[in-house]
């Protein structure tokens, strides 16, 4: 196919089509030789412009800024696993396109919850290994680790669990390891009261301006894996902006403000239904302590319309099925970590 016409049917798809398939076949068009790559990499444009995922690389960026990208997640009991898929319909319905996966992991004095890029290798060995995700004794304390650096200043968190992983240096410039990228709290419930659990999440790669108007956040454009020949495509697919490259240029910790805090959104009680309701939209249709909102906390400032919007939602619709809607700064995989979280059992919470 000549170049001009590849680029034509880019731009259609990119304008107007956003269903799977269709971007199935530009990843496709992205592995045939170097100047088809070149050219799907300029027309193809990152989640938060284009609200859709069309790489791999596209579950460590930012979801759309005008609305929720709308996903699910499925829990398998005995297995100990969940498995991410993007939504394709509006339907609450089992089908979707796989995009994550994790498996959890009992230890003495903690639990980790290993993400992966593919769902039959969950190990903590696993080349396709992306992050993970760890609690405290209680499960009331949770740290997100991300397994390369989220931006520039990032630093690695180097201990035990780091070398279990078994990544290894991939590049002289970007060492592999466990990067901290956020911390999700939930308040102790000493009263034994009713109602929902409370919850804080610190986006500690992300900044508090990433929600203000014209606001830009730290986007990782590559996936580097410690052995390439399981998916050698991956290093193909990179989506890079004029904004990307200036916010990675810097460390987060070099700039004026400080960590996006999250928070969840309080619920009301309804008097006929004696029980807490938050507006889901539809997205949700089972009452379950899991459910929750998360939106920027004004951090002692003035709250205004930024701090209204859901930023991401979490809610059940099944025995052992749950819907995930979240949005620009965070990522999929970065609330799929936080989604999991809620998953985890805390007595000292209820």
């Given amino acids: 196919m000549p170049e001009e016409l590849l680029r034509e049917v880019l731009i259609r798809i990119e304008a107007s089509d956003t269903t799977w398939p269709s971007r199935k076949n530009v990843v496709a068009c992205a592995g045939v030789c170097k100047s088809w790559r070149r050219i799907t990499q300029e027309l193809v444009k990152t989640p938060e412009v ?27 009991r005995s297995a100990q696993t969940y498995y991410l898929y993007l939504s394709l319909t509006n339907a609450l319905t089992e089908d979707g396109k796989f995009l994550l996966a994790a498996r959890k992991y009992r230890r003495t004095t903690c639990t980790d919850y290993i993400i992966s890029l593919y769902a039959d290798d969950m190990s903590k060995g696993s080349s396709t290994y992306i992050g993970k995700l760890r609690s405290n004794f209680l499960g009331t304390k949770f740290t997100v680790y991300d397994g390369q650096p989220p931006h520039s200043g990032a630093k690695i968190m180097r201990n035990r669990s780091t070398r279990l992983v078994g990544l290894k240096q991939v590049s002289p410039r970007v ?18 009261s009713r109602g929902p659990r409370r919850m804080q999440c610190s986006m500690d790669s992300i900044p508090a301006s990433a929600i203000e108007p014209g606001g830009v956040t730290p986007t990782q454009t590559e ?15 990179r989506s890079k902006s004029h904004s990307v490259e200036n916010s990675l240029s810097e460390p987060l910790a070099d700039k004026k403000d400080g960590a996006l805090v999250l928070k969840n959104k309080a619920p009301r009680w309804h008097e ?8 889901f939209h539809g997205r949700v249709t089972v009452a379950s302590v899991k459910n929750f909102q998360l939106v920027a906390s004004p951090e002692d400032g003035p709250a205004g319309q930024q701090h209204e919007k859901i930023i991401l939602q979490f809610g059940k619709v099944g025995k052992d099925l ?17 989604c999991l979280s809620s998953f985890d059992t805390k007595i000292a919470c209820e």
């Fill in 50 to 76: 284009s609200a859709s995922l069309t790489f791999p690389i596209s579950v460590k960026q930012p979801g759309p800024r005008e609305s929720l990208l709308k996903c699910f997640i499925k829990r398998n």
């Fill in 223 to 237: 996936i580097r894996l410690s052995n390439p020949d399981v998916f050698p495509s991956f290093s193909f697919f």
């Fill in 272 to 279: 006929q239904l004696q029980c807490w309701c938050l507006n």
């Fill in 322 to 338: 749950f819907t995930m809607d979240y949005r620009y700064p965070i990522s999929a995989f970065q609330a799929f970590a936080i």
């Fill in 175 to 192: 060492p592999a390891g466990s990067y901290p990228v956020a911390h999700i709290s939930y308040e102790v419930n000493v009263l034994g």
